[in-house]
């Protein structure tokens, strides 16, 4: 089977998809939580954060402040990886991982925390920039939002009680999650929901465009023939780029414009993202990305209670000489938990799989991996942290020891 019929496989997954989907109360998709002033006022009802985040599928960004898993390696270990990482890199600190070059193990190889909102059950707030995660499971990881727009952020509830209230970062406390209502009084707006047609194949899912209007009530910014357009994307029934410059836009009314100048319709839009059940999100980047055809979604998304409780990840390592260790794995010397994820791409489209749908991981080579999903779909990633020569190796905690393999002796992971 071809790369291309594979991916094609994977969009087909969605038909499939519609029948959990269906499962799902209308409302049940969007963030809903209490939050918690440090002046000890409480709201209640959807979040947003910013101008972006507004689903259990959206994800939550930030750093995590130490990786106490080097402690379990050798200090030769750690030698090799410093080494490998300077001369690689040239010094430069790459996006995944932050290399600092103390005595501070905890301190070295520091990497990014993303999961899903649908995986938290709290956010502590202990500065502008330090957050206290809390999972749904009860463990909690302490994480830096330096960078990152999602700590900080301001958050605007739609409070039961008061309507649209807006607060500050530096005046939260605590923000708790909680299921959604079935059917909510008041909503941010309808899903973006389509087919998206790139070069690599079809996706179709919940859809950002340019990483950040993600409801119909979002506006897609452009100019025509000197006129300036601000066009809710409730109306908007397909885009399609119309080269590098300018994009097509189709309305629900048959009205077509040819808009530019902004980076909601030209070659500074970040990239449109998909979020395609069974397999996570694509993100497409602009010089791939073909067309764009909204459709009407068959709810808003995954309900919080459909996130199962976060488990470590587990399965059997395979070395190049035969040996093989069954146990939690710690992959790339960071993700322990299912919700966390596998990056890598193919051709400028990036994929943000979690775990918990990675069936098996076969490195091939020094830039590439052959990937295995749950329904047996295959992809081959390359580039990134996480299936590169670039990944720190796999710590597995077997019932008697722990055992670290680094990636250039891995064969296969296979996970349960």
């Not at 077509?256 to 059940?277: A, E």
Request: charged fraction near 30%; glycine fraction near 8%; hydrophobic fraction near 30%.
């Amino acid at each position: 089977m071809t790369r291309l019929a594979n991916y094609l496989k994977l969009s087909g997954t969605v038909l499939a998809s519609l029948l959990f989907l269906a499962a799902e109360a209308q409302d049940e998709g969007f963030i809903y939580g209490r939050i918690t002033t440090e002046d000890g006022d409480t709201y209640e009802g959807p979040l947003r954060w910013g101008k972006e985040e507004v689903y259990w599928t959206d994800m939550f960004n930030a750093s995590k402040k130490e990786n106490k898993n080097l402690d379990y390696l050798t200090n030769r270990e750690i030698d090799e990886l410093e080494d490998r990482y300077y001369h690689r890199n040239d010094n430069i600190i790459s996006r995944f991982v932050n290399i600092s070059w103390d005595d501070d193990n905890d301190s070295r190889f520091v990497h990014e925390f993303s999961t899903e909102f649908g995986n938290l059950k709290a956010l502590r707030i202990r500065s502008n920039d330090r957050v206290e995660v809390e999972l749904k499971n009860g463990d909690y990881i302490q994480v830096d939002g330096s960078g990152y727009n999602d700590v900080g952020a301001k958050i605007t509830i739609l409070d039961k009680e008061l309507g649209n209230v807006r607060l500050s970062w530096s005046n939260l406390d605590r923000i708790e999650f909680l299921p959604t209502p079935s059917n909510l009084d008041e909503k941010f707006g309808n899903p973006l929901y389509g087919t998206v047609v790139c070069d690599l194949g079809e996706f179709t899912g919940f859809i950002q465009w340019d990483h950040d209007e993600r409801v119909g009530t979002d506006v897609l910014d452009g100019e025509e023939d000197g006129d300036d357009y601000e066009i809710a994307f409730d109306k908007i029934e397909s885009i399609e780029r119309d080269g590098f410059s300018s994009s097509l836009v189709r309305l629900k009314s048959g009205r077509t414009l040819d808009l530019r100048g902004t980076n909601d319709v030209d070659d500074d839009n970040k990239g449109i993202i998909v979020t395609v059940k069974g397999l996570g999100r694509v993100d497409i980047d602009w010089d791939e990305f073909d067309k764009v055809t909204f459709k009407s979604a068959p709810n808003s998304g995954p309900s919080y209670s459909s996130f199962e409780s976060p488990k470590k990840i587990t399965g059997t390592v395979f070395v190049d000489n035969g040996d093989s260790y069954t146990g939690e794995i710690i992959y790339d010397l960071d993700e322990e938990y299912t919700f966390e994820l596998l990056n890598g791409e193919d051709d400028d489209v990036k994929f943000i799989i979690p775990f918990s749908n990675v069936k098996e991981i076969t490195p091939r080579g020094s830039y590439a991996a052959n990937v295995v999903l749950k329904d047996g779909s295959k992809i081959t990633l390359e580039d990134g942290q996480d299936v590169s020569d670039k990944n720190l190796g796999m710590l597995i905690k077997t019932k008697g020891d722990r055992v670290y393999v680094p990636w250039d002796r891995v064969d296969k992971i296979s996970f349960q």
